[in-house]
């Protein structure tokens, strides 16, 4: 059988997005199908509606979204029917060299649904990160299906999709930020207050919140930080140091992603600190280091895939947390909208007025 939903798709590249009908089949062998509740609108949807990530249109956007499992194909086993996930973009394989190794943070060949979801005229979509779910239904392979707590309200537990689980393991998994560590984090976008809230519950003693707006800073204070720099006014690198006895901090997060945050990050951090880049760069940027200086200075520099997490271990996790009040993931959720309001939820987040603009479904 067939569903037939309605759904927001990029038709084309710039072009403002449409609430257009698509048609989603029912769940082959390791596939599940998945109502939808609720999907964050992210950087990344905005991304591939410029063409940024690839010219595949048209796409079906969303992929920061919790939901119901309707129904399951052939083979699976690990969710069923009724039980509500969180859907990640990273289902690892279990048997690559990443995998085999033990670590499947790392898994080099993860999948998503075979079959295409299509628009009413039978043109195939590009579901964004293999999800898609900017829709009332989506089908997706079974291993990005997370089940966690059903109490959660799907609005803020869809949010570990994407952005908050990326900043939050760039702090506390990739970075390794730990009981009494100094953290600096440049750029508080949701990623970036993500990894401060991070730093939180991990229990750094001193956590650095940089960037250029003042309205983030103030919320970065809500979720973690001590300390607020406003690298527009003030050199970012000095302040952290000042801020740190004059070493610099354990761990240095760059959410922004650019050669410019990243050296700040390289020289912010202390002899032998963690800088951690999890801002995802724009094609075609260089960085120049002097490499002295990267021997000398020694520690590591890091970049951070997804976080560097395992959904099957995190979300729950993260999940339990939230609902123990250690945790605000609530907090980010600026607003919710419906589906037809994402073009306006896009220029929102263009100009730094919401952390997540949430679709309710």
Known sequence: MTHEVRAVVALEKGAPVSVETVLVPDPGPGEALVQVQACGVCHTDLHYR??????????????????????????????????????????????????????PWYCFATHNATQPMTLAD????????????????????AGQCTKVDPTAPATA??????GVMAGFGAAVNTGGVGRGDSVAVIG????GMAAVAGAKVAGASRIIAVDVDERKLKWAEQFGATDTVDSSRTDAVEAIRALTGGYGADVVVDAVGRPETFEQAFYARDLAGTAVLVGVPTPGLTLELPLLDVFGRGGALKSSWYGDCLPSRDFPALIDLYLQGRFDLGGFVSEVIALDEVEEAF??????EVLRSVVAL
């Open 188 to 191: 508080c976008g949701g990623v």
């Open 347 to 352: 220029a929102k987040m263009h100009h730094g």
């Open 122 to 141: 039978g043109t195939p979509l590009s579901a964004a990160l293999g999800i898609g779910a900017f829709a009332e239904k989506t089908l997706v392979a």
């Open 157 to 162: 537990a869809g949010l570990l999709g994407c």
């Open 50 to 103: 410029e063409g940024g990530i690839s010219d595949e249109f048209p796409f079906l956007l969303g992929h920061e979204a919790a939901g119901m499992v309707e129904a399951v194909g052939e083979g699976v086993t690990d969710v069923t029917p009724g039980d509500f996930v969180v859907l990640n973009w990273r289902a690892v394989c279990g048997t690559c060299r990443a995998c085999s190794k033990g670590e």
